[in-house]
């Protein structure tokens, strides 16, 4: 009975570690060169979480500015000629 519980709580935290994966691609989210909306992470080898864009930078600004304060700090309105490597321009 032991080993199935601990299986099972094995499986589970396979399946909530899976849940949290972050691994999404960021070149998918670059459309093109303009200003993206972006969300820098602790981490920089992570790159940073692209959230809309292109924009122009006037467009990009209101977006930001539309949230709610504490996340329009934390968000930044970068300027993106390239698509981003895999872990951050950085």
């Given at each position: 009975?032991?080993?199935?519980?601990?299986?099972?709580?094995?499986v589970?935290s396979?399946?909530?570690?899976?849940?949290?994966?972050?691994?999404?691609?960021q070149?998918?989210?670059?459309a093109?060169?303009?200003?993206y909306?972006?969300?820098?992470?602790?981490w920089m080898v992570?790159?940073?979480?692209?959230?809309?864009?292109?924009?122009?930078?006037?467009?990009?600004?209101?977006?930001?500015?539309?949230?709610?304060?504490?996340?329009?700090e934390r968000?930044l309105?970068?300027?993106?000629?390239?698509?981003?490597?895999?872990?951050?321009?950085y």
């Amino acid at each position: 009975m032991i080993k199935r519980g601990a299986v099972l709580v094995g499986v589970l935290s396979g399946f909530c570690l899976a849940g949290c994966n972050t691994s999404a691609n960021q070149e998918q989210a670059y459309a093109g060169p303009g200003w993206y909306l972006e969300k820098p992470r602790a981490w920089m080898v992570y790159g940073p979480r692209i959230f809309g864009g292109p924009y122009t930078y006037d467009a990009c600004e209101t977006k930001r500015m539309a949230l709610d304060a504490p996340t329009a700090e934390r968000m930044l309105c970068i300027q993106e000629f390239a698509p981003i490597p895999k872990y951050g321009p950085y």
